[in-house]
């Protein structure tokens, strides 16, 4: 090798040396991408939910039941009570899974997480549109109808529940029974009020119920 090649690569060695030494330590190595945040419960409740009760959700920005700070709003406490006692309506508690229902409730106001709340949610909306659904089903309907279409046809979840949430407040929506004929609730609680009737006179006011 020639004198002058020599001197050249003497020259470069300083810089080569200074280029390795301002390299960061983590040069060369992948760097971890930012964790991804949590999924909203507004995501979870589309994610899942499914049908009416999933669009409802998708063109909501807020939940129905459970407020933003976790609490239940007092509306799910009505549900309840209405669900426990829907054999004053002529129906089953246990088809509506009640217990199911209390379970859920208790559990989201003793342990409170985003899945709970979730889980929470949706089984309010589902139990409260079964409820719905059944209170309006006509009993012994035997008229003939000409055509399919005369029938009367029953709100689907999406807006049963729609026009709860459109309510100015959905605890008072909820208490007076606001869906059904304005008689309906104060007959029911006073049925459910009174410890003097018998189980004949009962059963006949659930029946006009």
Known sequence: MSFARVRRSV????????LAISQPAHAGKPVAAPAAP???LQAQLVAGSTGELQSF???RATPLWVHADGTLDPAAGELVQL????????????????????????QAQTSPS???????EIMLSRAFAAY??????PAGDTMAYEASTLRPQQAGIYQTLNEAA???????????MRWMHPLYAPLRRAVMGSG??????????????
Request: negative net charge.
């Open 57 to 59: 959700y998708a063109y």
């Open 166 to 176: 459109k309510a100015p407040s959905l605890v008072a929506y909820v208490h007076d």
């Open 11 to 18: 020259a470069f060695l300083p810089l080569a040396l200074s």
């Open 83 to 106: 669900i426990e006692t829907a054999d004053d309506d002529g129906l089953s508690p246990a088809t509506l899974d009640a217990a199911g229902l209390v379970q859920a409730v208790t």
């Open 114 to 120: 985003p899945a709970t709340e979730a889980k929470t």
């Open 38 to 40: 949590p999924p909203t």
């Open 132 to 137: 719905v659904a059944a209170l309006r089903q």
């Open 196 to 209: 003097a009737i018998t189980a004949s006179e009962r059963q006949a006011a659930v029946t006009n119920l």
